[in-house]
């Protein structure tokens, strides 16, 4: 059994050459806490793919129960700092596999598992969900105009706007491109279109000329509301994959309307939120009807 990296088991000048790593003292009574720490490690290096590792670990732990000593042994300094590396670099690498590489916002992948866990929790909720599609206007012109490097840094810059004052619960995610879902878990319509809306304004009024000189950056959206399960008992529950349609077919209806706006539904009908209420709204067979 060795799960010690080798600079770990060299760093004590007192042990014997044949002494493994982990060889126990019998000298406290903490065989209890011996046999969860190598547990520990074995779930960690399971999840890991490191089976082999993993096992030898589960038989140390039964070893150490079944062991037949004066007095139980100790936990080694060694194993304690082992288990505490692995579970920063198991939380490490979890999280990497939920962000984006580029924007560091949260990926496909976490938009998925989030928005059903939160599907999940609906009938607890006493509020609504809304879900955002946020999209770059015309960045194809400024990937062509500045470059791509210039381009990845301006989807960057977007996403920590996005970002910037959204309520605890609510995350913003790369959905693909330069586009960005924003998350409002329990939020009432009113609150939801201000939030997105703020979103909004905050990407139109940055000091792009600070990134590039003559670069400016908008962004249209689609805010598709659902209301809580109580407000409407009769309705079949609506999916994440339905919701984000609709939030789609809203961004279609808002670039259509000029860009740089975020389309919205309200009592039946398609709605502009802020400043860009006054133009034209379009309504085409792309908008969903729904409650």
């Not at 939801?192 to 940055?206: K, N, Q, T």
């Amino acid at each position: 059994m060795t799960a010690l990296r080798p600079e770990v088991a060299e760093s004590d000048p007192s042990r014997k050459p044949d002494e493994h790593p982990l060889a126990v003292d019998a000298t406290t009574p903490e065989s209890t806490g011996l046999v969860q720490l190598h547990e520990s490690i074995a779930t960690l290096l399971a999840s890991r793919g490191q089976w082999r590792q993993a096992y030898q670990h589960l038989r140390s732990a039964l070893d150490a129960v079944y062991a037949d000593q004066g007095e139980p042994p100790r936990v080694p300094e060694q194993l304690r700092r082992e288990v505490d590396r692995l579970r920063r670099e198991h939380a490490e690498a979890r999280e990497q596999s939920l962000r984006d590489s580029l924007t560091d916002s949260y990926n496909r992948r976490y938009l998925d598992q989030r928005l059903l866990a939160i599907l999940a929790e609906r009938g607890s909720s006493r509020h609504g969900l809304a879900i955002a599609l946020m999209d770059l206007d015309w960045f194809k012109q400024v990937n062509d105009t500045f470059g791509h490097l210039l381009g990845d840094r301006v989807l960057q810059r977007v996403v920590e706007l996005l970002q910037t004052d959204l309520p605890a619960d609510a995350f913003c995610a790369r959905y693909g491109g330069e586009e960005f879902v924003l998350v409002l878990p329990n939020v009432t319509p009113t609150a939801a279109v201000d939030i997105v809306e703020a979103a909004r304004e905050r990407v139109e009024c940055h000091e792009w000329s600070c990134v590039a000189p003559g670069l400016r950056v908008t962004v249209s959206g689609g805010m598709a509301y659902e209301p809580p399960v109580e407000a409407v008992p009769s309705r079949p529950p609506v999916s994440a994959e339905q919701q984000l349609l609709r939030a789609d077919s809203l961004l279609y209806t808002a670039k259509q309307s000029g860009r740089n706006a975020v389309a919205y539904r309200e009592n039946g009908r398609v709605k502009l939120a802020g400043p860009a209420a006054g133009r034209r709204a379009i309504t085409d067979s792309r908008v969903l009807g729904y409650y």
